[in-house]
């Protein structure tokens, strides 16, 4: 019975492994576009994104939804169509990824503090910056789940 949850843990580990490797080779892409093309509309929508995460931190929202929210806004404002495609993939990747690692590190919601990051560069229009703020989160997704595949 061990074995047999110890391999079933570990599958699901190394599919949020292979989850995240994704939204690694998409999402910093993505928040770059979102520097040179995004709309003030759709800037003010990764803003109410990112004020639903401080909602969520005071228990007004719920935090997973305001995560995967600001960062499909994010992708929507790529002005990219083949990654406004895969914004329902990335919410499924998301909705697992964000919860697991949130409950490793033992904390219910996002850091508000890297994610205002990101917002900031998209809105100064340094896709390089912008693409190094969302870098740095996925790694430390990917370093938590890695830590997991034991």
């Not at 003010?44 to 806004?73: C, N, Q, W, Y």
């Not at 560069?121 to 989160?137: D, F, L, M, Q, Y």
């Given at each position: 019975?061990?074995?047999?949850?110890?391999?079933?843990?570990?599958?699901?580990?190394?599919?949020?492994?292979?989850?995240?490797?994704?939204?690694?080779?998409?999402?910093?892409?993505?928040?770059?576009?979102?520097?040179?093309?995004?709309?003030?509309?759709?800037?003010?929508?990764?803003?109410?994104?990112?004020?639903?995460?401080?909602?969520?931190?005071?228990?007004?929202?719920?935090?997973?939804?305001?995560?995967?929210?600001?960062?499909t806004s994010i992708l929507a404002a790529s002005n990219n169509r083949f990654f406004v495609q895969l914004t329902?993939?990335?919410?499924?990747?998301?909705?697992?990824?964000?919860?697991?690692?949130?409950?490793?590190?033992?904390?219910?919601?996002?850091?508000?503090?890297?994610?205002?990051?990101?917002?900031?560069?998209?809105?100064?229009?340094?896709?390089?910056?912008?693409?190094?703020?969302?870098?740095?989160?996925?790694?430390?997704?990917?370093?938590?789940?890695?830590?997991?595949?034991?």
């Amino acid at each position: 019975m061990k074995v047999c949850l110890l391999k079933q843990n570990y599958a699901f580990n190394s599919m949020l492994k292979e989850f995240t490797q994704v939204r690694v080779a998409l999402e910093p892409q993505a928040a770059a576009l979102a520097a040179l093309t995004a709309s003030a509309e759709q800037l003010v929508e990764i803003d109410k994104a990112l004020e639903r995460m401080v909602d969520a931190e005071e228990g007004l929202d719920d935090p997973l939804e305001a995560d995967i929210a600001f960062h499909t806004s994010i992708l929507a404002a790529s002005n990219n169509r083949f990654f406004v495609q895969l914004t329902e993939f990335i919410s499924t990747a998301l909705r697992v990824s964000i919860r697991y690692t949130n409950n490793i590190k033992g904390v219910p919601g996002a850091d508000v503090a890297k994610h205002t990051e990101i917002l900031d560069t998209i809105k100064s229009r340094n896709p390089e910056r912008a693409k190094k703020a969302v870098e740095i989160i996925l790694e430390e997704a990917l370093e938590l789940i890695e830590s997991k595949l034991v």
